[in-house]
């Protein structure tokens, strides 16, 4: 009978002295995937079915190496310097003490830069990266008003923020499932370092670093999630050997939903044995529209109340009023009347 995989917790030390946990599972070309920053905490995260599901996927193709940022999970909880040169050291820390001589990277979210600086400074270890929800500016993870205001809790009431940002940016989950992820937020990170660690996200930008990656690149999305296209399009039309996939979904987690698909795209990709299938909805209106957005569009149009396109497209009713909003502020309407006069206009009824 087939063992189920446990990651065994070990320690790199970086170069400036702070201890860094990690863990590699499975077998196979070596494939980092690097945390969440900053509410990333590898073995809790093992314990949470769907993440779980989504780990054993990779490591029945790759060795999985895992680890946590300075300041949060396992590692050493006193560091304090969150600047790009110490997150950059945490992954070299990793790396040597694993003994990797080449490697693909799987950056998400704020870790997505991290990679993108790593695959600049170090060709010839990094032989592909995969980025998730990505941009090469902080600001861009960071700035519309929505999350804005989420963020503006992990002062004011931690609990509240991290199950709020549990359902927010997984996709609005089941209350239980909630639970156990806002759970791991919570027993990742403090709340001050939590902020320490956003803030100096918010103001990472490598975007000149990227015409230097010389890495094939999959920049991974979903067709909803709250954060927009703006910062995975930036990067595909900037890195030199980049391609981009949209995924069906609206959570803003690879781990949930389709997660499945997820790792058939990583697989295949990090393996090179096919390309990763790009959905033929990637969009390409100039005004930045998703395709759902257009299909949303095209029934306000035609008159239905956001109750109605719910019910004919399969979405909840908020997952609608979010995209009509998104719609209103991209083509700059002020209601259904501007909406359907711009539908016209652009012959999508």
């Not at 975007?207 to 595909?236: C, F, K, N, Y």
């Not at 009023?321 to 998104?326: F, L, P, Q």
Request: aromatic share 8%; charged share 20%; with cysteine.
């Amino acid at each position: 009978m087939e063992q189920p995989l446990e990651p065994r917790v070990r320690y790199a030390q970086t170069l400036d002295g702070v201890n860094i946990a990690f863990a590699s599972v499975g077998s196979g070309p070596p494939l980092v995937l690097l945390p969440m920053v900053p509410f990333g905490f590898f073995q809790f995260e093992w314990q949470i079915p769907e993440y779980r599901a989504v780990f054993e996927g990779l490591a029945r193709h790759v060795e999985l190496v895992q680890y946590d940022a300075r300041g949060s999970g396992l590692s050493e909880r006193t560091a304090t310097d969150f600047s790009m040169a110490g997150m950059l050291g945490d992954l070299d820390a990793v790396v040597r003490r694993a003994n990797l001589e080449q490697f693909a990277l799987f950056g998400l979210f704020n870790g997505a830069p991290i990679a993108l600086a790593y695959a600049a400074a170090h060709p010839e270890r990094v032989t592909r990266l995969v980025l998730w929800a990505a941009f090469a500016r902080g600001q861009l993870g960071q700035s519309d008003p929505q999350t804005q205001a989420l963020l503006s809790l992990i002062e004011r009431d931690w609990s509240l923020f991290t199950e709020t940002a549990a359902s927010f940016w997984m996709g609005w989950l089941p209350a239980e499932a909630a639970r156990r992820v806002a759970r791991g937020f919570r027993a990742a990170v403090s709340p001050e370092t939590a902020r320490a660690m956003l803030d100096a996200a918010m103001r990472t930008d490598v975007s000149h670093l990227l015409a230097a990656i010389s890495a094939p690149t999959l920049v991974l999305h979903r067709s909803i999630m709250p954060l927009d296209l703006a910062g995975p399009q930036e990067l595909v039309a900037h890195l030199p050997d980049a391609q981009l996939s949209v995924l069906e979904g609206e959570s803003a987690s690879p781990y949930i939903g389709d997660s499945s698909g997820v790792v058939r795209a990583v697989v295949q990709f990090c393996l090179g044995d096919a390309e990763p299938v790009v959905a033929a909805d990637t969009p390409v209106m100039e005004d930045g529209l998703t395709p759902r957005e257009v299909e949303v569009l095209r029934h306000v149009a035609g008159g239905d109340a956001n109750q109605e396109i719910a019910a004919r497209l399969g979405l909840s009713v908020h997952t609608v009023e979010r995209h009509v909003a998104n719609i209103y502020h991209k083509i700059d309407a002020r209601g259904r009347a501007d909406a359907t006069a711009y539908a016209l206009r652009h012959h999508l009824v």
